[in-house]
């Protein structure tokens, strides 16, 4: 019960170490480097009125995303338990880089996730007890998945739409179709947006989900965004998300939270 509740985590110290030497290797923009209209001319008219509606225009650039939920409904599965977690993730934008860390407990006893995308390689590994592996999920199908859920979070680093390694293709005057593609993986989707020019929704069919024998099925995807505010930065981001697994006898919801801050560098 000691070691349950002393501050050292060994997922924790991994996941610390590992976005230090993130932060350290990833080149920081010129200092005075803003945003301009013509950065985001080539792109699709409603991501341009997404990011003018949002207030990014005139912001500084940024090398990487830090967001951070609190208090998140998370299930794991469908006949998984319900748990309350903490979920606190970072994208690099140099190249498709993605790092979360989920904090929370199993009946007393200290759960903690890692879920990576780095270098073309993904997975997603669960520990409870500070030291037994429940799962440690990887192969190409996590590789493509993570990819997908890194496009799905673009627009909040807004960076990344000027890299090389994404291109946006217009379907309609509110749909917008995005692929990425990084170390021999592709990945697609849709984003959608409201008659305010807000992200509302990203749908996918890039993303496995393992089943309960251990095998992956690819299911459509969605990630739902809503409730937009300005925040402290200017900024307006949604305060509600939703993770999305769109089942042919219906949608479920495994992740349902409020964002509690979305930053650019740490204080």
């Given at each position: 019960?000691?070691?349950?509740?002393?501050?050292?985590?060994?997922?924790?110290?991994?996941?610390?170490?590992?976005?230090?030497?993130?932060?350290?290797?990833?080149?920081?923009?010129?200092?005075?480097?803003?945003?301009?209209?013509e950065d985001f001319?080539?792109?699709?008219?409603?991501?341009?009125?997404?990011?003018?509606?949002?207030?990014?225009?005139?912001?500084?650039?940024?090398?990487?995303?830090?967001?951070?939920?609190?208090?998140?409904?998370?299930?794991?599965?469908?006949?998984?338990?319900?748990?309350?977690?903490?979920?606190?993730?970072?994208?690099?934008?140099?190249?498709?880089?993605?790092?979360?860390?989920?904090?929370?407990?199993?009946?007393?006893?200290?759960?903690?996730?890692?879920?990576?995308?780095?270098?073309?390689?993904?997975?997603?590994?669960?520990?409870?007890?500070?030291?037994?592996?429940?799962?440690?999920?990887?192969?190409?199908?996590?590789?493509?998945?993570?990819?997908?859920?890194?496009?799905?979070?673009?627009?909040?680093?807004?960076?990344?739409?000027?890299?090389?390694?994404?291109t946006f293709e217009?379907?309609?005057?509110?749909?917008?179709?995005?692929?990425?593609?990084?170390?021999?993986?592709?990945?697609?989707?849709?984003?959608?947006?409201?008659?305010?020019?807000?992200?509302?929704?990203?749908?996918?069919?890039?993303?496995?989900?393992?089943?309960?024998?251990?095998?992956?099925?690819?299911?459509?995807?969605?990630?739902?965004?809503?409730?937009?505010?300005?925040?402290?930065?200017?900024?307006?981001?949604?305060?509600?998300?939703?993770?999305?697994?769109?089942?042919?006898?219906?949608?479920?919801?495994?992740?349902?939270?409020?964002?509690?801050?979305?930053?650019?560098?740490?204080?």
């Amino acid at each position: 019960m000691i070691w349950f509740h002393i501050p050292y985590s060994p997922v924790k110290s991994d996941f610390s170490a590992d976005i230090t030497a993130l932060k350290d290797s990833n080149p920081l923009p010129e200092e005075g480097s803003l945003f301009e209209r013509e950065d985001f001319s080539h792109l699709p008219v409603v991501i341009q009125r997404d990011i003018e509606n949002c207030g990014y225009i005139g912001t500084p650039q940024m090398s990487y995303m830090k967001m951070e939920y609190h208090n998140v409904d998370f299930m794991q599965g469908k006949n998984g338990p319900a748990l309350k977690i903490d979920y606190t993730q970072y994208n690099f934008v140099a190249a498709p880089c993605r790092m979360a860390l989920i904090d929370s407990s199993m009946f007393g006893v200290p759960f903690e996730g890692y879920d990576y995308y780095q270098n073309g390689t993904g997975g997603m590994r669960g520990v409870i007890a500070k030291g037994i592996t429940l799962f440690d999920q990887t192969g190409a199908d996590m590789d493509k998945a993570c990819l997908a859920t890194y496009l799905a979070e673009s627009l909040f680093a807004l960076a990344i739409l000027l890299q090389d390694y994404i291109t946006f293709e217009e379907i309609s005057d509110y749909e917008v179709k995005a692929t990425i593609t990084y170390a021999g993986q592709t990945a697609s989707g849709v984003f959608t947006f409201n008659e305010h020019y807000e992200m509302i929704s990203f749908v996918t069919n890039d993303r496995a989900v393992t089943n309960g024998d251990g095998s992956m099925e690819y299911i459509p995807w969605s990630a739902v965004c809503s409730e937009y505010q300005i925040s402290e930065n200017g900024i307006k981001y949604p305060t509600q998300f939703r993770a999305i697994w769109n089942y042919p006898d219906g949608d479920f919801i495994y992740f349902d939270g409020k964002i509690s801050s979305v930053s650019y560098i740490d204080m």
